[in-house]
């Protein structure tokens, strides 16, 4: 078989087509939208009818996937890490009801936040639920993991989590493929495991746990895991995209006398571990993300070496990893020839040209400021960069839905004007069940649904709620005269200006509905 | 083929490699750039890793990629500081945020034409002194060119043009190969166009 270029996102998305997948469950989130969009293009994909239409939010996914893999079929789920705050209730659970078919669970971990409000580290989420955990170093690995990451799921029984970050999800290498599995074939499970009442949790927890001993066996006799060099000066632990550095910091910098653990799969493998720090006196956590495995280590080896790594500030505490900060710890000398520029300055992004959100806060941050204590709440989509010059309009932006459920929060402390701005996608994500609180409670609060009809900060996916926003609001008892629809043009600004007034002057949910389409989408249309 | 050509030719050349930075504001084309050299990468059996930016910088912010080129396993996906050969810009303040990571000897290909979409952009007359102090800077008006041509979009592929004959790893004939393959599925014309557009980028640099 031939080599293809692809992204780590495309590597992982071809290597679990060719794994048999039959489902792929994912809401939308840098830096692992591109897995879902690639098999949703893929021809083999399209032929085999795997699923692939966006969801609504990351738990309807996860959960989703977890009734295919009930039905004897593979599935994927794909979000950015902070999602797997939004399914950890069905994340951590389908560890203790166990699988049919194979599920893998992937987060797309984002140090240095490129795109996102933290550096959450999704292993952390692998341990806590008790699962195997693959951290792929290369494109050539994130296309092979998929194979024997299903294997291991139905071997096992359980979900396994495989984590990349940015930098893997974002870079192009190319990756040599294989053959395409057959997918598997429809076999509803009959296990009694799935009904997780006290009795038989109790039972299923207790296999799970028995099964960590095979989860530590799989992982010693990982492929992916290894020893290399036999230096015995410095100990390395290389874990996931760290070797590359290491390796090259290695290979550029002369650096002799390391033996390096390279880790791709988890649990973390004590044995190998140990034998490090038979001959290595300092054992050099290398990681993306947070100390995870440096902890390991330091309660692995106690007392017969010296562990440093990012807890110790050998490495940043923050920020991801890169060629030069993991060379300084390998105690190389980084050469800069030229300095930072003087004349530069900050670039950050903005709203495009023309978009209908910049309407929206023209019209808003007026009436905003008519009102002595007013504050708008944000929330998570290409308008938070309301948040930025020129607008700086925003008080708030925390999470998928927040906006509107603060709004309700401070409202209900004494806050007027309350408001709140959410996208359209943003709104079916995790907005809804906060906008019931809402109602149910008589809260003064004004919603604004920014509607432009796609989810465009991650570059333009469907949205789930297109064309049922007001059916949506009124089902949910928003009263119908305060549910209003504008259009967001210069033109109509002072109009919408006056909705806004009449709107933030009624003493209940109102929602505000601006629709007009993503200039980015429109000029995709236009193209085809 | 890769794996095999790589063996060979590692016997009868030493390890050759290329470290690019392609920089600009979010829209510009960067990408595109990428896709060519790197189309041009694989055909020529070269080891390759591109690191993207995707996401929100992509909103007229500034957007970078880091292109490796090796006739030898590549390990890293970023650029170690000090190690970059040629710093390609599509923006002249946007070539300079990336100055640390140039190589003694690297070189600036950057258009001269500045975006100004934030409110403090540095003063043109300081910047263009910055740049010209620096030992090793090409730089064009690329988007008067391109609409020479006759398609201002295509000011990335003068840009490209210009910077061939830095990125010596590949020749400009390689290059001009991957425009052909890159573009072959908008037609021919979208082909030619770019094409000139890249011969005019590189009879500038030889002027």
């Known amino acids: ?528 | 083929m890769y794996a095999d050509n790589q063996e060979t030719q590692k016997e009868i050349v030493k390890i050759m490699k290329k470290d690019l930075i392609l920089c600009g504001v979010g829209g510009q084309g960067i990408l595109s750039i990428a896709t060519i050299i790197g189309e041009a990468a694989t055909k020529a059996g070269l080891y390759l890793k591109q690191a993207e930016v995707h996401g929100m910088s992509q909103r007229g912010g500034d957007v970078q990629s880091n292109l490796r080129l090796s006739t030898s396993e590549i390990y890293s996906d970023l650029i170690p500081k000090g190690k970059c050969d040629v710093i390609i810009s599509m923006e002249p303040m946007e070539s300079l945020r990336y100055l640390p990571y140039l190589n003694k000897d690297g070189w600036i290909v950057t258009s001269n034409k500045p975006v100004v979409n934030i409110p403090n952009y540095p003063d043109e007359t300081a910047l263009n002194q910055e740049l010209e102090s620096l030992p090793h800077v090409a730089k064009l008006d690329i988007d008067t060119i391109a609409k020479e041509v006759g398609m201002p979009k295509t000011a990335n592929m003068v840009l490209l043009g210009l910077a061939a004959p830095y990125i010596e790893i590949l020749s400009i004939e390689q290059l001009r190969e991957a425009i052909k393959t890159v573009f072959a599925r908008k037609g021919e014309d979208i082909v030619n166009i770019n094409l000139k557009a890249f011969d005019a980028g590189v009879a500038n640099e030889q002027k």
């Open chain 1, 1 to 528: 078989m031939e080599k293809t270029l692809l992204l780590g996102d495309e590597a992982i998305a071809l290597g679990a087509i060719n794994a048999g997948l039959s489902g792929v469950y994912a809401y939308p989130g840098t830096p692992s939208t591109e897995i879902t969009e690639f098999i949703q293009n893929n021809p083999v994909a399209k032929e085999r009818n795997i699923h692939s239409r966006w969801c609504t939010n990351e738990k309807t996914a996860m959960e989703a996937a977890l009734g295919m893999s009930y039905a004897g079929k593979r599935a994927l789920v794909c979000m950015k890490h902070v999602g797997m705050n939004v399914c950890a209730d069905a994340f951590v659970n389908s560890a203790v009801t166990g699988i049919n078919g194979g599920l893998v669970v992937l987060a797309a971990d984002d140090p240095s936040m490129h795109s996102s409000q933290n550096e959450q580290d999704s292993r952390f989420y692998g341990k806590f639920a008790l699962i195997p955990i693959f951290e792929p170093s290369n494109q050539q690995e994130a296309y092979d993991v998929m194979k024997i990451a299903f294997e291991l799921s139905e071997n096992l029984g359980e979900p396994v989590l495989l984590r990349v970050v940015t930098r893997l999800a974002h870079s192009r290498a190319a990756v040599q493929t294989d053959a395409t599995r057959e997918m598997n074939s429809f076999n509803p499970s009959e296990s009694r495991g799935w009904v997780l009442l006290p009795g038989i949790a109790k039972k299923q927890y207790a296999n799970l746990l028995e099964k960590q001993t095979q989860m530590e066996e799989a992982a010693r006799n990982s492929v992916f895991n290894k020893m290399e060099g036999s230096g015995n000066n410095l100990g390395i632990v290389a874990c996931g995209i760290g070797y590359n550095y290491v390796k090259e910091a290695v290979a550029n910098y002369n650096i002799q006398e390391t033996k390096i653990l390279k880790i791709s799969q988890y649990p973390l493998p004590e044995n190998q571990v140990l034998e490090l720090a038979k001959t290595c006196k300092e054992i050099l956590v290398v990681e993306d993300g947070q100390p995870v495995v440096e902890l390991d280590v330091k309660r692995i080896v106690g007392d017969k070496a010296q562990v440093t790594g990012r807890l110790t500030g050998k490495l940043p505490r923050q920020g991801e990893l890169n060629p030069d900060n993991v060379a300084k710890a390998l105690g190389a000398e980084v050469k800069v020839y030229f300095e930072n520029a003087k004349n530069l300055a900050g670039r950050p992004p903005q709203l495009c040209q023309g978009c209908g959100h910049r309407d929206v806060y023209a019209a808003l941050k007026e009436v905003a400021a008519e009102y002595k204590n007013s504050r708008i709440f944000g929330d998570i989509g290409c308008y938070t960069l309301g948040a930025l010059p020129p607008f700086q309009a925003l008080a708030s932006c925390v999470d998928m839905g927040a906006s509107i459920t603060m709004a309700k929060g401070a409202a209900d402390a004494g806050l007027f004007p309350s408001i709140a701005v959410i996208g359209d996608s943003t709104f079916t994500h995790s907005g809804m069940t906060g906008l019931l609180d809402a109602i149910n409670d008589h809260s003064n609060i004004t919603v604004i649904i920014s509607d432009n009809l796609t989810t465009a900060m991650t570059g333009g996916q469907d949205s789930a709620g297109t064309n049922k926003f007001e059916a949506i609001c009124l089902g949910l008892g928003v009263e119908p005269e305060h549910v209003k629809v504008v259009v967001p043009m210069p033109k109509n600004i002072e109009s919408i200006k006056q909705t806004i007034k009449e709107e933030i002057e009624y003493n209940g949910v109102s929602v505000i509905i601006p629709r007009r389409e993503c200039m980015q989408t429109i000029k995709r249309h236009k193209k085809k």
